[in-house]
T-cell receptor, first 113, second 114 residues
Framework: QKEVEQNSGPLSVPEGAIASLNCTYS??????FFWYRQYSGKSPELIMS????GDKEDGRFTAQLNKASQYVSLLIRDSQPSDSATYLC?????????????FGQGTILTVHP | NAGVMQNPRHLVRRRGQEARLRCSPV?????VYWYRQLPEEGLKFMVY????????ESGMPKERFSAEFPKEGPSILRIQQVVRGDSAAYFC????????????FGPGTRLTVL
C-alpha cells in the first residue's frame, strides 16, 4: 500500500466549476498535511497547509482533514484555466520530522474554458 | 519561494562524471531539505541537513550520493559517477529553526545524464 495515495487523474472540469482532489494516507501518526501545486517544468508551490480536523479556507481553496478516516482533500471553487496543474498531497509526521514530507503521485487537473 | 536559490538550473553530465548541485537557503534559515523528482515518479525526500550536520539521510541512495551544509556557503548535493537513472529534477527547500508552515521549494536543478 502506498503511503500517500491520490485520486487518479487526470481530472477535467469546466471553468467556474468546483474541482475536488482527494488524498489518503497510511500512517496514523501523521500530523501535518499540505497541498502543493506544480506547473509543468516548475517547482512545487505550497497552496494550503492543515493540521487539525475540519475545514480550512483560503480564498477559492478549501482543505478538509479527517484524521479518523486518514483522508485529506482540496476543493477549488470557481476553477480557472490558470488552476490547470498537477496537485500534490504531502504528509509529514510533524515535530522534528515536519520537513520530511511524503508526497502522493499527484493529480493532473485541467480546467477547460 | 524566490528566496531559495539553486544552481545550476540545468546540468548536463555524461555517464561517469560528477554532478554538484548547490542550494542557497533563505537568509537566516538553518534547515535544508533535498528532494528528487524522477520522470513519471513522485517527489521523494532525500536528506535533511542543518548547519554542519546531517539530520536524516534515509532517502539518500547508499552509494554515489552525498550532501553537506557547511557553516559558510551553500548546501551541496554531490552525485559521483552519474548514471542515466540519476536524470531527474532535484529540489531544495529551506526553513527556519523549528516547525514551520510547510516547506517552500527552490526552482530546482534539472540534471540530464547522457
Amino acid at each position: 500500500q502506498k503511503e500517500v495515495e491520490q485520486n487518479s487523474g487526470p481530472l477535467s472540469v469546466p471553468e467556474g466549476a468546483i474541482a475536488s482532489l482527494n488524498c489518503t494516507y497510511s500512517d496514523r501518526v501523521s500530523q501535518s498535511f499540505f497541498w502543493y501545486r506544480q506547473y509543468s517544468g516548475k517547482s512545487p508551490e505550497l497552496i494550503m497547509s492543515i493540521y487539525s480536523n475540519g475545514d480550512k479556507e483560503d480564498g477559492r481553496f478549501t482543505a478538509q482533514l479527517n484524521k479518523a478516516s486518514q483522508y485529506v482533500s482540496l476543493l477549488i471553487r470557481d476553477s480557472q484555466p490558470s488552476d490547470s496543474a498537477t496537485y500534490l498531497c504531502a504528509v509529514s509526521l510533524g515535530g522534528t520530522s515536519y520537513g520530511k514530507l511524503t508526497f502522493g503521485q499527484g493529480t493532473i487537473l485541467t480546467v477547460h474554458p | 519561494n524566490a528566496g531559495v536559490m539553486q544552481n545550476p538550473r540545468h546540468l548536463v553530465r555524461r555517464r561517469g562524471q560528477e554532478a554538484r548541485l548547490r542550494c542557497s537557503p533563505v537568509k537566516g534559515h538553518s534547515h535544508v531539505y533535498w528532494y528528487r523528482q524522477l520522470p513519471e515518479e513522485g517527489l521523494k525526500f532525500m536528506v535533511y541537513l542543518q548547519k554542519e550536520n546531517i539530520i536524516d539521510e534515509s532517502g539518500m541512495p547508499k552509494e554515489r550520493f552525498s550532501a553537506e551544509f557547511p557553516k559558510e556557503g551553500p548546501s551541496i548535493l554531490r552525485i559521483q559517477q552519474v548514471v542515466r537513472g540519476d536524470s531527474a529534477a532535484y529540489f531544495c527547500a529551506s526553513s527556519p529553526s523549528g516547525p514551520g508552515q510547510g516547506l517552500f521549494f527552490g526552482p530546482g536543478t534539472r540534471l540530464t545524464v547522457l
